[in-house]
């Protein structure tokens, strides 16, 4: 009986050595490449968008943004005149500008009617700018009193609104801050245009500090004169004597025209520099009255 009963405790034994050496074997890696290693992409479609997405081409602007003109691309729809127009943005909306730092003669003011290089400035902004593709470039405060969009209008490089100064076509004017951020090197375009004596600067006593001034004989950019007929400008120079040395009562005008004193202009002219000589007003870059 002890004798049988070792037997089976002996197959026993043998039965679950057997079970946990199939077991172990079932449980071994295998040879093959099943394993999902952390730094190894795999073919889930989850791995195939991360992997597409990081050779995704990136965006480039189109052909017309990357020609675009500086500030917000717009067309110009229409010019009121001058300084005022205008444009519609890709959006759809349509807004009226007035060009910053500037001011050109009026055309259609109530009460001043159509002033001398007016014509001529609305003619040249109408011939440069309507139905263009424009820049629209804002300062610090976007509006004016009116609702109008404050702005600079860039054509291709050119500041648009600079080159109404270049040609004489207009001032710099309502200069208020914070929106000054071309003021310097637009005045420096505008003493240019007073040496050469373009446009308004042609008019003597015309463009001032405080707005335009047509008298009742101004010349006009046509070689008229307004209120009666053309004079020779020999016939009207007055004849000053020469000041008494040492004295600095010649006047220069912001149009940089000095005036002698016993002028036609003398008096009313609010001197913006006084000079001691003549040659010292011309070195400075005034050229004198013919009135």
């Not at 500030?71 to 349509?94: E, I, Q």
């Not at 240019?192 to 950019?221: L, R």
Request: aromatic residues 6%; positive net charge.
């Amino acid at each position: 009986m002890r004798e049988k009963r070792r037997k089976s405790l002996t197959s026993l034994i043998v039965l679950l050595l057997t079970a946990l050496l199939i077991t172990g074997c079932a449980q071994a890696p295998s040879t093959g490449q099943t394993s999902t290693d952390p730094g190894q992409k795999t073919d889930s479609p989850a791995a195939k968008q991360e992997d597409s997405s990081s050779n995704d081409v990136k965006i480039t602007p189109s052909r017309d943004q990357t020609s675009a003109v500086k500030g917000m691309p717009a067309t110009v729809t229409y010019v009121v005149d001058g300084d005022t127009l205008d444009v519609k943005f890709k959006n759809g909306k349509t807004e009226r500008i007035r060009m910053l730092l500037i001011d050109t003669p009026e055309t259609k003011h109530p009460r001043l009617g159509v002033q001398p290089f007016g014509p001529e400035s609305s003619k040249f902004t109408k011939t440069q700018l309507t139905g263009k593709k424009v820049g629209v470039e804002l300062d610090v405060s976007e509006r004016d009193k009116y609702g109008r969009l404050l702005a600079y209008i860039w054509i291709g490089k050119q500041n648009f609104n600079q080159l109404l100064l270049e040609k004489g076509l207009a001032r710099v004017a309502y200069v208020y801050p914070p929106n000054t951020k071309y003021v310097d090197q637009f005045r420096a375009t505008q003493e240019k245009a007073q040496k050469a004596g373009v446009g308004i600067w042609s008019i003597e006593n015309y463009a001032q500090q405080d707005g335009f001034h047509a008298n009742s004989k101004t010349s006009t950019s046509n070689g008229t004169v307004s209120g009666g007929s053309q004079t020779n400008k020999q016939n009207t120079q007055v004849k000053t004597p020469e000041k008494p040395k040492g004295s600095c009562n010649i006047k220069g005008n912001q149009s940089r025209i000095y005036h002698m004193p016993g002028g036609q202009y003398y008096d009313r002219t609010k001197a913006e520099v006084m000079f001691c000589s003549e040659a010292e007003a011309q070195k400075a870059g005034y050229r004198k009255s013919q009135r």
